[in-house]
Protein backbone atom coordinates (compact mmCIF):
# COMPACT_ATOMS: atom_id res chain seq x y z
CA UNK A 1 0.00 0.00 0.00
CA UNK A 2 3.11 2.66 0.67
CA UNK A 3 4.72 1.66 -2.47
CA UNK A 4 1.37 2.21 -4.58
CA UNK A 5 0.96 5.65 -2.38
CA UNK A 6 4.04 6.70 -3.17
CA UNK A 7 3.83 5.95 -6.65
CA UNK A 8 0.78 7.79 -6.77
CA UNK A 9 2.60 11.21 -5.67
CA UNK A 10 5.11 10.66 -7.69
CA UNK A 11 3.40 10.42 -10.63
CA UNK A 12 1.11 13.32 -10.01
CA UNK A 13 3.68 15.53 -9.17
CA UNK A 14 3.56 18.76 -7.58
CA UNK A 15 2.98 22.27 -9.35
CA UNK A 16 5.63 24.94 -9.09
CA UNK A 17 5.05 28.62 -9.70
CA UNK A 18 2.30 31.09 -8.27
CA UNK A 19 -1.31 29.99 -8.32
CA UNK A 20 -4.03 32.59 -9.44
CA UNK A 21 -5.95 34.96 -7.40
CA UNK A 22 -8.71 37.46 -8.73
CA UNK A 23 -6.93 41.18 -8.16
CA UNK A 24 -9.27 43.08 -5.19
CA UNK A 25 -10.04 46.25 -6.52
CA UNK A 26 -11.41 48.98 -3.96
CA UNK A 27 -14.71 50.13 -5.49
CA UNK A 28 -17.43 52.69 -4.02
CA UNK A 29 -20.61 50.93 -2.84
CA UNK A 30 -22.52 53.11 -4.85
CA UNK A 31 -22.48 55.27 -7.57
CA UNK A 32 -22.68 59.11 -7.29
CA UNK A 33 -26.00 60.69 -6.79
CA UNK A 34 -28.02 61.05 -9.34
CA UNK A 35 -30.82 63.91 -9.90
CA UNK A 36 -34.36 63.77 -9.18
CA UNK A 37 -35.82 65.88 -11.49
CA UNK A 38 -35.88 64.13 -14.25
CA UNK A 39 -38.67 61.89 -15.88
CA UNK A 40 -36.24 58.55 -16.23
CA UNK A 41 -34.39 58.00 -13.08
CA UNK A 42 -31.58 55.34 -12.63
CA UNK A 43 -31.54 53.34 -9.37
CA UNK A 44 -29.44 50.73 -7.85
CA UNK A 45 -31.55 47.50 -8.97
CA UNK A 46 -30.43 44.24 -10.78
CA UNK A 47 -29.21 45.62 -14.01
CA UNK A 48 -31.61 44.33 -17.42
CA UNK A 49 -29.77 42.14 -19.80
CA UNK A 50 -32.05 42.59 -22.66
CA UNK A 51 -32.56 46.07 -21.75
CA UNK A 52 -33.23 47.08 -25.33
CA UNK A 53 -36.71 45.37 -24.95
CA UNK A 54 -37.16 48.21 -22.33
CA UNK A 55 -37.89 50.97 -25.19
CA UNK A 56 -40.91 48.73 -26.08
CA UNK A 57 -40.12 49.32 -29.96
CA UNK A 58 -41.04 45.38 -31.42
CA UNK A 59 -38.62 46.41 -34.48
CA UNK A 60 -35.62 47.11 -32.67
CA UNK A 61 -36.16 43.91 -30.65
CA UNK A 62 -36.50 41.90 -33.98
CA UNK A 63 -33.16 43.44 -35.31
CA UNK A 64 -31.43 42.55 -31.91
CA UNK A 65 -32.45 39.23 -32.36
CA UNK A 66 -31.10 38.96 -35.85
CA UNK A 67 -28.04 40.77 -34.54
CA UNK A 68 -27.13 37.33 -32.67
CA UNK A 69 -27.59 35.28 -35.64
CA UNK A 70 -26.24 37.33 -38.46
CA UNK A 71 -23.41 39.36 -37.51
CA UNK A 72 -20.10 38.69 -39.07
CA UNK A 73 -18.20 39.95 -36.61
CA UNK A 74 -19.84 37.59 -33.99
CA UNK A 75 -19.26 34.75 -36.17
CA UNK A 76 -15.55 35.71 -36.40
CA UNK A 77 -15.44 35.97 -32.44
CA UNK A 78 -17.06 32.31 -32.54
CA UNK A 79 -14.58 31.07 -34.65
CA UNK A 80 -11.32 32.52 -32.39
CA UNK A 81 -13.01 30.48 -29.59
CA UNK A 82 -12.93 27.65 -31.64
CA UNK A 83 -9.09 27.73 -32.03
CA UNK A 84 -8.78 28.65 -28.29
CA UNK A 85 -10.19 25.32 -27.32
CA UNK A 86 -8.18 23.17 -29.89
CA UNK A 87 -5.04 25.22 -28.89
CA UNK A 88 -6.19 23.72 -25.31
CA UNK A 89 -6.44 20.10 -26.85
CA UNK A 90 -2.85 20.59 -28.03
CA UNK A 91 -1.73 22.00 -24.64
CA UNK A 92 -3.57 18.98 -23.23
CA UNK A 93 -2.28 15.96 -25.09
CA UNK A 94 1.46 17.35 -23.54
CA UNK A 95 0.85 15.66 -20.71
CA UNK A 96 -0.92 11.98 -22.12
CA UNK A 97 1.48 9.37 -23.63
CA UNK A 98 2.13 8.99 -27.06
CA UNK A 99 2.20 5.91 -29.09
CA UNK A 100 3.05 5.64 -32.42
CA UNK A 101 3.94 2.30 -35.09
CA UNK A 102 5.64 1.87 -37.93
CA UNK A 103 6.95 -0.78 -39.90
CA UNK A 104 10.06 -0.93 -42.19
CA UNK A 105 11.60 -3.55 -44.62
CA UNK A 106 15.06 -3.05 -45.88
CA UNK A 107 16.97 -4.36 -48.18
CA UNK A 108 20.72 -5.52 -46.88
CA UNK A 109 23.72 -6.71 -48.34
CA UNK A 110 27.24 -6.24 -45.67
CA UNK A 111 30.37 -5.88 -47.51
CA UNK A 112 32.67 -9.20 -47.51
CA UNK A 113 35.72 -6.87 -46.56
CA UNK A 114 33.80 -4.40 -44.17
CA UNK A 115 32.71 -4.99 -40.40
CA UNK A 116 31.27 -8.10 -41.25
CA UNK A 117 34.77 -9.64 -41.93
CA UNK A 118 36.01 -9.09 -38.32
CA UNK A 119 32.71 -11.15 -36.76
CA UNK A 120 32.58 -15.39 -37.21
CA UNK A 121 29.39 -15.69 -38.87
CA UNK A 122 27.24 -18.09 -38.41
CA UNK A 123 27.78 -20.99 -40.94
CA UNK A 124 25.29 -20.68 -44.12
CA UNK A 125 24.67 -16.91 -43.45
CA UNK A 126 23.97 -14.92 -45.94
CA UNK A 127 25.82 -11.44 -46.66
CA UNK A 128 22.59 -10.47 -48.26
CA UNK A 129 19.45 -10.49 -46.68
CA UNK A 130 15.45 -8.71 -46.23
CA UNK A 131 14.92 -7.60 -42.76
CA UNK A 132 11.66 -6.77 -41.15
CA UNK A 133 10.60 -4.65 -38.22
CA UNK A 134 7.10 -3.69 -37.39
CA UNK A 135 6.95 -2.44 -33.77
CA UNK A 136 5.12 0.38 -31.63
CA UNK A 137 7.23 3.35 -29.50
CA UNK A 138 5.84 4.95 -26.66
CA UNK A 139 6.49 7.86 -24.63
CA UNK A 140 5.27 9.90 -21.54
CA UNK A 141 6.37 12.63 -20.27
CA UNK A 142 6.27 12.62 -16.34
CA UNK A 143 4.51 15.81 -15.11
CA UNK A 144 6.20 16.01 -11.84
CA UNK A 145 6.47 19.77 -11.61
CA UNK A 146 3.14 20.89 -13.12
CA UNK A 147 4.69 22.29 -16.64
CA UNK A 148 2.08 20.56 -18.78
CA UNK A 149 -0.41 21.19 -16.34
CA UNK A 150 0.38 24.99 -16.14
CA UNK A 151 0.42 25.09 -19.79
CA UNK A 152 -3.20 23.97 -19.75
CA UNK A 153 -4.06 26.17 -17.20
CA UNK A 154 -3.16 29.37 -19.37
CA UNK A 155 -4.51 27.56 -22.59
CA UNK A 156 -7.84 27.65 -20.44
CA UNK A 157 -7.55 30.99 -19.74
CA UNK A 158 -6.93 31.87 -23.27
CA UNK A 159 -10.19 30.47 -24.31
CA UNK A 160 -11.76 32.05 -21.44
CA UNK A 161 -10.28 35.09 -22.71
CA UNK A 162 -11.65 34.71 -26.23
CA UNK A 163 -15.02 34.07 -25.39
CA UNK A 164 -15.48 37.44 -23.47
CA UNK A 165 -13.84 39.19 -26.27
CA UNK A 166 -16.83 37.26 -28.30
CA UNK A 167 -18.86 39.00 -25.22
CA UNK A 168 -17.62 42.90 -25.72
CA UNK A 169 -17.66 42.37 -29.35
CA UNK A 170 -22.18 41.23 -29.15
CA UNK A 171 -21.84 44.13 -26.63
CA UNK A 172 -20.29 46.61 -29.20
CA UNK A 173 -22.47 45.68 -31.87
CA UNK A 174 -26.10 45.65 -30.10
CA UNK A 175 -25.38 49.22 -28.58
CA UNK A 176 -24.24 50.57 -32.20
CA UNK A 177 -27.50 48.87 -33.66
CA UNK A 178 -29.45 50.65 -30.97
CA UNK A 179 -28.17 53.77 -31.46
CA UNK A 180 -28.55 53.84 -35.54
CA UNK A 181 -31.65 52.62 -34.89
CA UNK A 182 -32.56 55.62 -32.51
CA UNK A 183 -30.78 57.95 -34.64
CA UNK A 184 -32.75 56.94 -37.95
CA UNK A 185 -36.41 57.54 -35.78
CA UNK A 186 -34.80 60.74 -35.15
CA UNK A 187 -34.16 61.87 -38.45
CA UNK A 188 -37.59 60.32 -39.71
CA UNK A 189 -39.16 62.31 -37.01
CA UNK A 190 -36.99 65.61 -37.94
CA UNK A 191 -38.68 64.97 -41.88
CA UNK A 192 -42.14 64.78 -40.40
CA UNK A 193 -41.38 68.03 -38.69
CA UNK A 194 -39.85 69.55 -41.47
CA UNK A 195 -43.21 68.27 -43.82
CA UNK A 196 -45.51 69.83 -41.62
CA UNK A 197 -43.59 72.97 -41.45
CA UNK A 198 -43.03 73.38 -45.31
CA UNK A 199 -46.66 72.52 -45.85
CA UNK A 200 -47.39 75.43 -43.36
CA UNK A 201 -44.72 77.94 -44.90
CA UNK A 202 -46.23 76.72 -48.54
CA UNK A 203 -50.18 77.87 -47.09
CA UNK A 204 -48.48 80.99 -45.69
CA UNK A 205 -46.82 81.54 -49.07
CA UNK A 206 -50.78 81.13 -51.39
CA UNK A 207 -52.02 83.52 -48.24
CA UNK A 208 -49.59 85.90 -48.86
CA UNK A 209 -50.06 85.44 -53.02
CA UNK A 210 -53.24 85.96 -52.55
CA UNK A 211 -53.09 89.16 -50.37
CA UNK A 212 -50.84 91.09 -52.43
CA UNK A 213 -53.36 90.32 -55.97
CA UNK A 214 -56.06 92.10 -53.02
CA UNK A 215 -53.67 94.79 -52.54
CA UNK A 216 -53.67 94.20 -48.72
CA UNK A 217 -49.39 92.73 -48.68
CA UNK A 218 -46.39 94.00 -50.45
CA UNK A 219 -44.31 92.34 -52.56
CA UNK A 220 -41.55 92.22 -49.90
CA UNK A 221 -44.37 90.10 -47.82
CA UNK A 222 -44.64 87.95 -50.71
CA UNK A 223 -40.60 87.36 -51.27
CA UNK A 224 -40.04 86.67 -47.65
CA UNK A 225 -42.81 83.91 -47.72
CA UNK A 226 -41.49 82.31 -50.70
CA UNK A 227 -38.10 82.32 -49.20
CA UNK A 228 -38.95 80.52 -45.89
CA UNK A 229 -40.37 77.71 -48.14
CA UNK A 230 -37.61 77.44 -49.91
CA UNK A 231 -35.30 77.68 -46.78
CA UNK A 232 -37.29 75.02 -45.44
CA UNK A 233 -37.71 72.57 -48.25
CA UNK A 234 -33.33 72.60 -48.94
CA UNK A 235 -32.95 71.21 -45.62
CA UNK A 236 -34.64 67.84 -46.95
CA UNK A 237 -32.08 66.25 -48.77
CA UNK A 238 -29.90 66.29 -46.07
CA UNK A 239 -32.04 64.73 -44.24
CA UNK A 240 -32.89 61.92 -46.80
CA UNK A 241 -29.38 60.97 -46.97
CA UNK A 242 -28.50 60.53 -43.36
CA UNK A 243 -31.85 58.37 -43.21
CA UNK A 244 -30.27 56.26 -46.11
CA UNK A 245 -27.05 56.09 -44.17
CA UNK A 246 -28.75 54.86 -40.63
CA UNK A 247 -30.49 52.19 -42.51
CA UNK A 248 -27.08 51.12 -44.24
CA UNK A 249 -25.46 51.20 -40.69
CA UNK A 250 -28.32 48.83 -39.14
CA UNK A 251 -28.03 46.78 -43.08
CA UNK A 252 -24.16 46.33 -42.47
CA UNK A 253 -24.48 45.16 -38.46
CA UNK A 254 -26.95 42.39 -39.81
CA UNK A 255 -24.57 41.30 -42.86
CA UNK A 256 -27.56 42.36 -45.43
CA UNK A 257 -26.34 44.26 -48.60
CA UNK A 258 -27.33 47.87 -49.07
CA UNK A 259 -30.75 49.17 -48.90
CA UNK A 260 -31.74 45.45 -48.14
CA UNK A 261 -33.94 47.46 -44.62
CA UNK A 262 -35.12 50.03 -46.97
CA UNK A 263 -38.67 48.59 -47.23
CA UNK A 264 -38.55 47.71 -43.33
CA UNK A 265 -37.45 50.29 -42.24
CA UNK A 266 -38.33 53.67 -44.26
CA UNK A 267 -41.25 53.52 -43.19
CA UNK A 268 -41.67 56.11 -40.47
CA UNK A 269 -41.88 55.84 -37.08
CA UNK A 270 -42.39 57.63 -33.63
CA UNK A 271 -39.35 57.44 -31.38
CA UNK A 272 -38.78 55.18 -29.19
CA UNK A 273 -39.84 56.12 -25.45
CA UNK A 274 -36.98 55.66 -22.64
CA UNK A 275 -38.28 53.85 -19.24
CA UNK A 276 -39.36 55.70 -16.26
CA UNK A 277 -36.87 54.29 -14.27
CA UNK A 278 -33.34 52.06 -14.64
CA UNK A 279 -31.41 49.68 -13.38
CA UNK A 280 -27.89 50.47 -12.83
CA UNK A 281 -26.09 47.84 -10.37
CA UNK A 282 -23.81 48.53 -8.10
CA UNK A 283 -19.91 49.48 -8.69
CA UNK A 284 -18.76 46.75 -7.27
CA UNK A 285 -20.73 44.41 -9.96
CA UNK A 286 -19.26 45.76 -12.95
CA UNK A 287 -15.88 43.28 -12.34
CA UNK A 288 -18.28 40.01 -13.31
CA UNK A 289 -20.56 41.93 -15.75
CA UNK A 290 -18.29 44.19 -18.00
CA UNK A 291 -16.94 41.87 -21.15
CA UNK A 292 -13.42 43.85 -20.67
CA UNK A 293 -12.64 43.31 -17.56
CA UNK A 294 -13.84 39.79 -17.56
CA UNK A 295 -11.37 39.38 -20.79
CA UNK A 296 -8.77 41.31 -18.70
CA UNK A 297 -8.71 39.01 -15.97
CA UNK A 298 -8.62 36.04 -17.72
CA UNK A 299 -5.23 37.43 -19.33
CA UNK A 300 -4.17 37.73 -16.16
CA UNK A 301 -4.86 34.55 -15.37
CA UNK A 302 -3.28 33.00 -18.71
CA UNK A 303 0.21 35.25 -17.65
CA UNK A 304 0.21 34.05 -14.13
CA UNK A 305 0.07 30.34 -15.71
CA UNK A 306 2.81 31.13 -18.57
CA UNK A 307 5.16 32.06 -15.12
CA UNK A 308 4.43 28.82 -13.84
CA UNK A 309 5.55 27.32 -16.81
CA UNK A 310 8.65 29.38 -17.10
CA UNK A 311 9.49 28.14 -13.14
CA UNK A 312 9.07 24.38 -14.39
CA UNK A 313 11.62 24.93 -17.24
CA UNK A 314 14.32 24.89 -14.16
CA UNK A 315 12.97 21.44 -13.12
CA UNK A 316 14.13 18.07 -14.17
CA UNK A 317 12.19 16.17 -17.08
CA UNK A 318 11.22 12.75 -17.09
CA UNK A 319 10.31 10.67 -20.04
CA UNK A 320 9.36 7.35 -19.80
CA UNK A 321 10.20 5.77 -23.52
CA UNK A 322 10.00 2.54 -24.77
CA UNK A 323 8.97 0.77 -27.74
CA UNK A 324 8.14 -3.29 -28.62
CA UNK A 325 8.51 -5.16 -31.71
CA UNK A 326 9.19 -8.02 -34.13
CA UNK A 327 12.54 -8.43 -36.16
CA UNK A 328 12.77 -11.41 -38.29
CA UNK A 329 14.92 -12.28 -41.57
CA UNK A 330 11.77 -13.76 -43.37
CA UNK A 331 8.01 -13.55 -43.34
CA UNK A 332 7.25 -16.88 -41.82
CA UNK A 333 8.97 -16.17 -38.60
CA UNK A 334 7.91 -12.77 -38.15
CA UNK A 335 5.56 -12.95 -35.50
CA UNK A 336 7.11 -15.69 -33.44
CA UNK A 337 7.44 -14.79 -30.31
CA UNK A 338 11.09 -15.67 -30.23
CA UNK A 339 11.57 -12.48 -32.75
CA UNK A 340 10.01 -10.20 -30.55
CA UNK A 341 12.41 -6.99 -30.15
CA UNK A 342 12.14 -4.30 -27.34
CA UNK A 343 13.27 -1.58 -24.89
CA UNK A 344 12.33 0.46 -22.16
CA UNK A 345 13.74 3.17 -19.89
CA UNK A 346 13.35 6.39 -18.39
CA UNK A 347 15.00 9.75 -19.55
CA UNK A 348 15.94 12.75 -17.18
CA UNK A 349 16.81 15.81 -19.02
CA UNK A 350 18.84 18.47 -16.41
CA UNK A 351 18.91 21.78 -17.39
CA UNK A 352 22.42 22.48 -16.35
CA UNK A 353 23.72 25.61 -18.66
CA UNK A 354 20.95 27.79 -20.92
CA UNK A 355 22.83 30.61 -21.50
CA UNK A 356 20.64 32.49 -19.30
CA UNK A 357 17.50 31.61 -21.84
CA UNK A 358 15.14 30.04 -18.77
CA UNK A 359 16.10 33.13 -15.84
CA UNK A 360 15.54 35.48 -19.18
CA UNK A 361 12.13 33.45 -19.95
CA UNK A 362 11.36 34.00 -16.61
CA UNK A 363 11.79 37.70 -16.23
CA UNK A 364 9.68 37.93 -19.09
CA UNK A 365 6.64 36.10 -18.06
CA UNK A 366 6.74 37.55 -14.46
CA UNK A 367 6.81 41.39 -16.24
CA UNK A 368 3.75 40.13 -18.82
CA UNK A 369 2.40 39.10 -15.35
CA UNK A 370 2.42 42.35 -13.93
CA UNK A 371 1.59 43.68 -17.06
CA UNK A 372 -1.80 41.96 -17.16
CA UNK A 373 -2.21 42.81 -13.36
CA UNK A 374 -2.31 46.71 -14.55
CA UNK A 375 -4.36 45.93 -17.90
CA UNK A 376 -6.68 44.52 -15.25
CA UNK A 377 -6.91 47.46 -12.59
CA UNK A 378 -7.09 49.91 -15.72
CA UNK A 379 -10.09 47.97 -17.15
CA UNK A 380 -11.87 48.50 -13.78
CA UNK A 381 -10.82 51.77 -13.18
CA UNK A 382 -12.23 52.91 -17.11
CA UNK A 383 -15.57 50.95 -16.80
CA UNK A 384 -16.54 53.15 -13.62
CA UNK A 385 -15.33 56.18 -14.84
CA UNK A 386 -17.51 54.93 -18.30
CA UNK A 387 -20.78 54.34 -15.70
CA UNK A 388 -20.43 57.86 -14.05
CA UNK A 389 -19.86 59.59 -17.48
CA UNK A 390 -22.30 57.90 -19.00
CA UNK A 391 -24.96 58.41 -15.81
CA UNK A 392 -23.89 62.27 -15.82
CA UNK A 393 -24.89 62.19 -19.50
CA UNK A 394 -28.03 60.77 -19.38
CA UNK A 395 -29.14 62.99 -16.92
CA UNK A 396 -28.01 66.17 -18.55
CA UNK A 397 -29.40 65.14 -21.94
CA UNK A 398 -33.08 64.52 -20.10
CA UNK A 399 -32.24 67.96 -18.46
CA UNK A 400 -31.58 69.33 -22.48
CA UNK A 401 -34.99 68.12 -23.50
CA UNK A 402 -36.84 70.04 -20.56
CA UNK A 403 -35.64 73.31 -21.64
CA UNK A 404 -36.21 72.33 -25.32
CA UNK A 405 -39.69 71.19 -24.50
CA UNK A 406 -40.36 74.42 -22.83
CA UNK A 407 -38.32 76.86 -25.70
CA UNK A 408 -41.00 75.27 -28.20
CA UNK A 409 -44.08 76.11 -26.05
CA UNK A 410 -42.65 79.58 -25.94
CA UNK A 411 -42.16 79.76 -29.79
CA UNK A 412 -45.49 78.35 -30.48
CA UNK A 413 -47.11 81.41 -28.36
CA UNK A 414 -45.04 84.00 -30.00
CA UNK A 415 -46.10 82.38 -33.41
CA UNK A 416 -49.80 82.23 -32.56
CA UNK A 417 -49.29 85.87 -31.10
CA UNK A 418 -47.27 87.15 -34.08
CA UNK A 419 -50.00 85.62 -36.74
CA UNK A 420 -52.88 87.09 -34.70
CA UNK A 421 -51.45 90.55 -34.91
CA UNK A 422 -50.87 90.23 -38.94
CA UNK A 423 -54.34 89.60 -39.43
CA UNK A 424 -55.05 92.43 -37.57
CA UNK A 425 -52.13 94.53 -39.54
CA UNK A 426 -50.53 95.60 -36.71
CA UNK A 427 -47.38 92.85 -38.20
CA UNK A 428 -45.82 92.06 -40.92
CA UNK A 429 -44.99 88.42 -42.46
CA UNK A 430 -41.41 89.26 -42.02
CA UNK A 431 -42.75 88.87 -38.37
CA UNK A 432 -44.96 85.62 -38.71
CA UNK A 433 -41.86 84.21 -40.92
CA UNK A 434 -39.29 84.78 -38.11
CA UNK A 435 -41.62 83.37 -35.55
CA UNK A 436 -42.37 80.31 -37.25
CA UNK A 437 -38.92 79.90 -38.22
CA UNK A 438 -38.31 79.55 -34.59
CA UNK A 439 -40.88 77.08 -34.13
CA UNK A 440 -38.99 74.93 -36.59
CA UNK A 441 -35.72 75.39 -34.78
CA UNK A 442 -37.40 74.65 -31.74
CA UNK A 443 -39.19 71.28 -32.72
CA UNK A 444 -35.81 70.09 -34.84
CA UNK A 445 -33.71 70.83 -31.48
CA UNK A 446 -36.98 68.80 -29.04
CA UNK A 447 -36.36 65.67 -31.82
CA UNK A 448 -32.89 66.11 -31.35
CA UNK A 449 -32.85 66.08 -27.73
CA UNK A 450 -35.57 63.59 -27.40
CA UNK A 451 -32.79 61.40 -29.88
CA UNK A 452 -29.72 62.58 -27.34
CA UNK A 453 -31.48 60.91 -24.74
CA UNK A 454 -32.30 57.66 -26.25
CA UNK A 455 -28.47 57.33 -27.49
CA UNK A 456 -27.21 58.18 -23.83
CA UNK A 457 -29.42 55.26 -22.05
CA UNK A 458 -27.76 53.15 -24.57
CA UNK A 459 -24.65 54.46 -23.51
CA UNK A 460 -24.90 53.89 -19.73
CA UNK A 461 -26.44 50.58 -21.00
CA UNK A 462 -23.38 49.61 -22.82
CA UNK A 463 -21.39 50.63 -19.72
CA UNK A 464 -23.10 49.11 -17.68
CA UNK A 465 -22.00 45.26 -19.24
CA UNK A 466 -25.02 43.80 -19.46
CA UNK A 467 -26.84 42.46 -22.44
CA UNK A 468 -24.19 40.39 -24.27
CA UNK A 469 -25.56 37.38 -22.58
CA UNK A 470 -27.99 37.20 -25.59
CA UNK A 471 -25.05 35.97 -27.92
CA UNK A 472 -23.57 33.25 -25.77
Not at 221 to 236: F, G, K, L, W, Y
Not at 346 to 366: A, D, Q, W, Y
Not at 402 to 412: I, N, V
Not at 438 to 447: F, I, K, L, S
Request: glycine share 8%; net charge negative.
Amino acid sequence: MKLLLGATVLLSGCTVGPNFERPKVETASTYGSQPQDVASRTYGGEVDTRWWTSFGDPELTALVDRLAKQNLDLQQAAERIGQSRAQRTIAASQGLPHIDGDAKYTRKRQSANGEASLEEPVPGAPLEYDLYQPQLQASWELDLFGKVRRTVEAANARTEAAIEARNGIALSAIAELAQDYMQLRQLQTQEAVLRRNLAAADDRVALTRNRFANGVATTLDVAQAEAESAAIAQSMPDLRNREAAMANAIALLLAEPPRALTDELGRPATQPLVPPAVPVGLPGELMRRRPDIRQAEAQLHAATAETGVAVASFFPSINLMGNFGFESLGLGSLFNWSSRAFAVGPTISLPFFEGGRLKGNLELRKSEQREAAIAYHSAVLAAWHDVDNALTAYAEAQHGGQAAAATLAADRRALAAAEDRQRQGIATMLDVVTAQQAVYRAEDTVTQSQGQIEVSLVTLYKALGGGWEMAS
